[in-house]
C-alpha cells in the first residue's frame, strides 16, 4: 500500500524524512520534493487533499510518485491527479523529437518526455482500476519540474496538449497553485483515497488475448515509463534512418514480465501501420507458431510477419526497415544446422545476418534467460559486433515488473535463490501481489493447480529436464516424468497433436495443456495465471547451498562434450529461473529431493 499523508503534515515539517519509507530515494530527494508540492497544496486551501506516496500502479512494480487524492471542486465526486516529480533543471527535446528529452547533467542517453510519462500512469491507472472504469476523466497528471525555469524546458511545452495532462514549473508555480485550486474543493480527501486503495482491480492483459487486437489497433496497452521510452526511441530511430539513409542498432534488455514482447507487438502494430517493412523474429518455434496462430488467425499477410532468426540467411541487406528480434537470448552462433544445404553454409555468425538485413534492427533479451549452449544473445555480443560495422547502439534497460503479480519482490528473491546475482538466498516474506506457496508433493502440485484451473484460470506445470523424453506410443504420450507413483507425460515434441495433447508450439496456451508437464523450451515466452514447478536432480540443496548435477540432466544440449561445467551450471540455473518466472498470480514448486524440499520449506512459510 501507498504511504498516506496531509500535505499540511509535511509543509509544517518542512522536512520529509520520518514515517515514510520512499523506495527510490537513489533518484528522488523526497526530503526536497515533497515540502515543495506539499506547501503548493497548502497555499492553494487544499491542506486536506491527501498525498498517496509511491503509489504502486496495479499489476506492476511501477510506482507513480504522488498521486493526490480529494473532491472535484465542480461534480462533488472524487478527483485523482498524478504528479510526477522531476528535479531536473534543464531539459530539451532529443533530435527535435517531441517525445523524447535529453536532461542536463544526466549524460547522453533520451528520456521519456515527463508528460508522455505521466500520461501514462493516467491511462494505466483508468484502465485497470475499477472504481475509474466509467470514469476516466477522473484522473489527471502534472509533471512538475519543481527546480527549472521556463526558458530552461521552453521546448517541452510543446507536448501538451490538453487538460488531461500537463506541465509546471517553478517559474509557473503560481499556475499550478491555481490549477490545484480548479482541480479540487477545499474538503477532506479521506474518502477518495480509501475508495481508490479498496476499488477492484481488473484483471491484467495477458499478451496472447490481446496481441491480435495489439497488431490492428495499437491500442491494448499503456506502455509505461521505460517501455514507452524503447517504443518511442525505435519509432525515431525508424525515422531518421529513413530519412539520412542510416543505420542504428537499438537494444531493450528486462527481466521476466518487464514488457519486451508487449513493446515488439506494440512497434509491430505501429510500424507496419505506417507502411514500414517490418518483421518479427524470434529463435523459439513455440512462440514463433503461436504468434501465427493467435495473430495471424487466417492472415496470410499478417502470418508472414513472423519470422525465425535462421530466415535471414540470403536476405538482401536492409531490405527492411525494422527487424524486430524478439527473445534475443536465443540467437545462435550461426543460422546453419544439419539440414543446410552446402552452398549456403558461408560461417556467417546469426548475429550478423540479422544486423544486415534492416536498416533498424531492434533486440530485445535477457541474459538470464540462455538456456541452450550456442545461445549467444547477450548485449556485449551485439554492442561489439554492431561497433565493428560502425553502429550506433541505444539501449534501454526496463526496470518494471508486470508479471509475477506485478512483484518485485518475488523476481528479485528468484535471483538470490538460484545465486544469479552471487546474494544467499532469503526467505519469502510474502506479497500482496503475488503469492507462493511449496506443495508437499507432486499430488498435491497438481491438485492445486488443477482447482485453480477449475476455477477459470489458466494453470500449467513445469519441471526441469530430468527425465527421458520418449517419443507417442501410438496415440499416445509415454508417462515419462514420474516420481514414485505419481506420473505425467511431457508435452508434446512435434508439431502435430498427440489424442487430446496440443501440439508443443500451443502447449500454455491450448486446451489439454494442462495434462502434460511443460520443458523449458515450450515454457520459454510464455505467462499462465498459476505456475507449477518441479525441481528435478539437477538442481539440489547441498552443504548450505543449491548446487547443480549436470549428471542427472536429460537434455541433449547439455551431454555436449564442448559444454563446460561452468556453462552447464549457467544453463540449469537459467532453466529455473525461466520456469519460476511463467506465473501472473502465484507459483507452487516442489522438488523431489528431501533436503532440498526441506530447505524451500524453511524459506517459503
Known sequence: MPERVLSEVIAEQLQFTQGINPGRSERKSWDRSLPVLARDLVDAGLGGVEMLVEYQLPLTSKRADVILAGVDRQSGADAYVIVELKQWSQAELYEDDPDLVLVGGMGDRPKLHPVLQVRGYCDYLADFVGALEH?????????????ANDLDIHDL???????????????????????????FAPESGAGSADRLSASAIRPSKQLLKVAAAEIRNRDQFVLLDQQRLAYELVLHAVEKARAANSKEVVVVTGGPGSGKSVIALSLLGELAGR????????GSRSFTETMRRHVAKGSARTKAMFKYFNNFMTATPNDLDVLICDEAHRIRETSANRFTRAAQRSGRSQLDELVAAARVPVFLLDEHQVVRPGETGTVAEIRAHAQSLGLAVHQVDLDAQFRCGGSREYEEWVIRLLGLDGGDPQPWTGDDHFEVTLAESPYELEALLRGRLNEGYSARMTAGYCWRWSNPDGDALVADVQIDDWSKPWNVKDDRAVGTAPPSALWATMPGGFEQVGCVYTAQGFEYDWNGVIFGPDLVYRDGRLVTMPSASRDPALKKKSVTAEQADRLIRNTYKVLLTRGMIGTAIYSLDPKTQDFFAALIR
Open 135 to 147: 470514469r476516466p476523466d477522473a484522473v489527471r497528471g502534472v509533471a512538475y519540474l519543481h527546480n
Open 157 to 183: 511545452y510543446d507536448h501538451v496538449e490538453d487538460e488531461r495532462t500537463r506541465l509546471f514549473s517553478q517559474s509557473r508555480r503560481g499556475r499550478f497553485v491555481d490549477y490545484l485550486k480548479a482541480q
Open 275 to 282: 507502411g514500414y517493412a517490418t518483421h518479427h523474429a524470434t
